[in-house]
């Protein structure tokens, strides 16, 4: 089956750092990406879909000059959390969707990476 | 937006018990995916299932696309079953699976 492959899988830094998470697609191509933040017991909560080269699309009330989303190619999308704060700290999770045929491939089933746990001190 | 319920909200079951777990949602779907979150995050894709019944070992899973519900059924529980199980849909003109608030289910040993 796809898979998505998410690194690093935990992260621990001081406030201020910037942290870069990457969400490859390994064995299929995705011109979609989408980033999840997670809080400890909620559901997971869209933050930006992020589309191969173009601008990234940001939810009400995500900023987009602190979550820095790139989508370089059609396997590889990044999230940087910029200047990181305590408050920052939670579960990133990002996702991709096959497309066959050029389409959005709507149809088809999402696929998740296994998260990334930011901690910031 | 479509908005998506599940229901119970917690679960606490003896090992070997059966159940069943809820999503509504409030418009025509595209795509519904149920998906069970391990205690390590990782979220495992157990269904995609816009219509229909499937089954796959102990779980099987039904939509009702017309009566906007699904049913995620757990049979003869086992402890590695806890967790917290997701029902997430795709409606509309939506690019995104829209995830309800999910189900934590724990399986007593």
């Known amino acids: 089956g796809a898979v998505v492959s998410q690194h690093p899988s935990r992260v621990i830094c001081k406030s201020g750092t910037s942290v870069k998470i990457e969400c490859r697609s390994l064995?299929?191509?995705?011109?979609?990406m989408f980033w999840y933040r997670q809080f400890p017991k909620q559901s997971l909560m869209l933050m930006a879909t992020s589309n191969e080269g173009s601008k990234a699309t940001y939810e009400q009330g995500v900023e987009k000059d602190k979550f820095l989303i790139n989508h370089a190619s059609l396997t590889l999308s990044t999230l940087t959390v910029t200047s990181a704060h305590p408050e920052d700290s939670s579960f990133y999770i990002c996702?991709?969707?096959?497309?066959?045929?050029?389409?959005?491939?709507?149809?088809?089933?999402?696929?998740f990476g296994d998260g990334t746990r930011l901690s910031i001190l | 937006g479509i908005q998506v319920e599940q229901s119970p909200p917690d679960l606490i079951l003896q090992e070997g018990a059966n159940s069943t777990l809820r999503c509504n949602f409030s418009d025509s779907v595209n795509n519904l995916q149920w998906f069970h979150q391990n205690p390590w995050g990782q979220l495992i894709n157990l269904f995609y299932i816009p219509s229909g019944t499937k089954q796959n070992g102990r779980l099987s899973a039904t939509t009702v696309a017309t009566e906007r519900y699904s049913l995620l059924y757990i049979s003869s529980s086992q402890t590695t079953d806890s967790g917290v199980y997701f029902c997430a849909v795709l409606s509309g003109s939506a690019r995104q699976l829209t995830f309800g608030s999910g189900t934590q289910l724990t399986v007593l040993p």
């Open positions: 064995d299929f191509q995705a011109t979609t």
């Open positions: 996702s991709a969707r096959t497309i066959w045929g050029g389409s959005l491939g709507s149809n088809q089933p999402q696929h």
